[in-house]
């Protein structure tokens, strides 16, 4: 999907709903959209703030500025990637709030891993299991695992109206790329339908506008990853192939810009069929399980 027009309301508070505003990140790109979203929910007497983005010191400023005198209970992070977890440092020395939620990342081998680079600096005060929960002064946050996109990704549910702070795991421009080793194919799908199965009012993503047909756009995600993985099927069942040669008949009509994020959820899918065996593969190619 191609950017809106500028301008983009960068730096800016908007009011979505009575306990929710939105910051806006200046990190627009084709993989963060107009840039990433930070939540502030609560109100003056106590709030959280949901994926602090990144440590620019334009966005901080304008967090500084949008959280004025109000009490900061919480910074919590959906995941670790550095478009969201970075200013979480900085804004916790600000307010002496503690940094929650989602557990660091472990790098194995000290290696960045292939998906967008995580944030090794990452240290949270408390790490968040399936179901716990933080609260403040007329609202409660619930932790939700739904790992894929990372390992280690979190949703928050706003118990009292019903929205689901959704960080990169459902987004409201774009398919979330699933980028292994780290990124899981088998445990996206299992996590969208863990969603499906919810009964959420709106989505607030970390990128894009806000999903107000939430079970709707879930079902449409589950469908398309299930569209992907006959199309590899379909394609390999031709010939045995590379992703690199699978991405330009998958793709069509995406950038080319686009094929290398492209390619890492194509493994994905790959890797999630070998498991399954369905596909088998010798060095790049990879083929039909006969």
């Known amino acids: 999907m191609a950017l809106p027009p500028q301008p983009w309301p960068t730096g800016a508070v908007d009011e979505l709903e009575p306990l929710v505003r939105r910051v806006l990140a200046p990190n627009a790109s084709p993989f963060t959209y107009t840039g990433t979203q930070t939540y502030l929910v609560g109100s003056a007497e106590g709030l959280a703030v949901i994926d602090p983005g990144p440590a620019e010191p334009e966005h901080l400023q304008a967090l500084e500025r949008a959280i004025g005198d109000a009490r900061v209970l ?45 944030d090794q600096s990452y240290a949270p005060d408390r790490v968040l299991a399936d179901g716990e929960q933080i609260a403040g002064p007329g609202w409660t946050l619930t932790a ?93 069942a031709e010939t045995p192939q590379t992703v690199l040669e699978l991405v330009p008949q998958m793709y069509k009509g995406v950038s080319e810009r686009l094929w290398g994020a492209a390619g890492l959820s194509v493994t994905a899918h790959l890797l999630d069929l070998e498991r399954r065996r369905r596909v088998v593969r010798s060095g790049d190619l990879w083929t039909i399980r006969t």
Request: aromatic share 6%; with cysteine.
């Open 74 to 118: 919480a910074i919590a992070c959906t995941h670790t990637h550095r478009d969201h977890s970075p200013a979480a440092a900085p804004l916790a020395a600000l307010t002496d709030a503690p940094i929650v939620g989602c557990a660091p990342l472990a790098i194995e081998g000290g290696e960045l891993r292939a998906d967008a680079p995580f």
């Open 144 to 236: 939700l695992a739904t790992p894929g996109h990372t390992s280690n990704h979190l949703c928050f549910a706003l118990e009292e109206t019903g929205a689901l702070f959704t960080g990169d795991h459902v987004m409201g421009w774009s398919t979330t790329v699933v980028a292994p080793p780290d990124g899981d194919m088998a445990d996206y799908i299992a996590s969208l339908e863990r969603l499906h199965a919810r009964n959420d009012r709106v989505y607030y993503p970390a990128h894009g506008p806000a999903v107000h047909k939430p079970r709707q756009l879930v079902r449409g995600m589950i469908g398309h990853r299930r569209l992907r993985e006959r199309q590899v099927l379909r394609l390999l």
